[in-house]
């Protein structure tokens, strides 16, 4: 069973701006903007306490298929375009990074 640890988001109150970015932020939140939102991974919205909290997720190895699909992507060309790492994420069921 996978343990995912989670540290609560805190938010200082150091600049005259930063109660309108909690407002802008908390409005997100609600909406749901930032819970969905794929870059901002590690982080997730937790209805409990109402904070975004960071998730700690363990790494996980490639299987064979993917491996064959990463060398035959790289054999057929080595300098990957956005659009081709887009590709094979999506065939592998991996990450663009």
Request: net charge positive.
């Amino acid at each position: 069973m996978l343990k995912i640890e989670a540290k609560p988001l805190t938010i200082r109150d150091d600049h005259s701006k930063t109660s309108e970015v909690v407002s802008q932020v908390n409005t997100s939140l609600k909406s749901g903007v930032i819970a969905t939102n794929p870059k901002r991974r590690g982080y997730m919205y937790n209805e409990e306490s109402g904070q975004m909290e960071r998730v700690i997720r363990k790494r996980k190895r490639k299987t064979a298929n993917q491996l064959e699909e990463l060398q035959g992507a790289f054999d057929l060309d080595p300098h990957w375009t956005k659009e081709m790492l887009l590709d094979i994420s999506t065939k592998t069921f991996l990450t663009e990074a």
